[in-house]
């Protein structure tokens, strides 16, 4: 059984601070390279940052520099700091693998709303 819980999201201000944070269950997340997605108004769904083990592997270019991506494998809990928020940082926050398909299903959890006010 999987299963992805986001939490964290909120209201914050341009220039303010968010942390979201990711809760796997299923060995499957621990074994594979997450992931960090988000879907804002009217857009398809982006990668927003990934890591491979505990080593963060990209990052969304407009998100470089003000989101840190981490993880804890033992506990399967995956967080985003995001710093310096902007208003199109605004959207719903998704934690899921790397490579989704390997789920074998579509599987997405409830995510997170973020809003940022300018």
């Known amino acids: 059984q999987v299963q992805l819980v986001e939490s964290g999201g909120g209201l914050a201000q341009a220039g303010g601070s968010l942390r979201l944070s990711c809760q796997a269950s299923?060995?499957?997340?621990?074994?594979?390279?997450m992931a960090w997605y988000r879907e804002g108004p009217g857009k398809q769904r982006e990668l927003v940052a990934s890591?491979?083990?505990?080593?963060?592997?990209d990052y969304l270019p407009s998100v470089r520099g003000r989101f840190t991506i981490s993880r804890d494998v033992a506990k399967n809990q995956m967080w985003l700091q995001m710093n310096s928020l902007k208003f199109e940082d605004t959207g719903v926050y998704y934690c899921?693998?790397?490579?989704?398909?390997?789920?074998?299903?579509?599987?997405w959890g409830q995510g997170t709303q973020v809003t940022v006010s300018s």
């Open positions: 299923g060995h499957i997340f621990k074994w594979n390279d």
């Open positions: 890591i491979s083990g505990r080593t963060p592997l």
């Open positions: 899921n693998l790397l490579r989704p398909e390997l789920l074998g299903s579509n599987y």
